[in-house]
């Protein structure tokens, strides 16, 4: 299989259910939630496996990582268009949202600056309308 920057990967089995398990799922996931889903489809599969796992994926640019206010990696398959993420501060929840206008701000300084953009991420946190403070 070839990546975004057309290098190969070596897809293995247990990548492949990494990355499988990364696009069914709805939320973002991290390392030991990932590891016991993957553990019910594969009982063999090791913690050390998927963290081998995540680093070649996001190395070769299928998965993203992010730290969405947690002292712990967040993963999700790489797609486009370019997305941000709010995450609430008390109970967890992420909000994905996309903002051509953010974008337009970024090309425009970019172009400005004459610089070579190569990612975006626009993380915002506070609170959600269920754990606003009253």
Not at 51 to 77: C, I, K, M, T, W
Request: proline letters at 4%; charged letters at 30%; hydrophobic letters at 40%.
């Amino acid at each position: 299989m070839k990546t975004a920057q057309n290098a190969p990967i070596h897809l293995t089995r247990q990548r492949r259910l990494v990355l499988d398990i990364l696009r069914e799922s709805k939320e973002h996931l991290d390392a030991d939630t990932l590891h016991q889903k993957a553990k019910a489809r594969n009982a063999k599969i090791s913690l050390a496996t998927i963290y081998r796992s995540l680093a070649a994926l996001r190395e070769a640019r299928l998965v993203q990582e992010h730290r969405l206010g947690d002292n712990h990696a967040h993963f999700e398959p790489a797609r486009d268009p370019l997305h941000h993420h709010f995450t609430c501060l008390k109970c967890g929840r992420i909000v994905e949202f996309r903002s051509p206008q953010v974008m337009k701000a970024v090309r425009v300084f970019c172009t400005r600056e004459k610089l070579e953009l190569v990612d975006v991420r626009l993380e915002l946190h506070g609170y959600c309308p269920a754990c606003r403070p009253a």
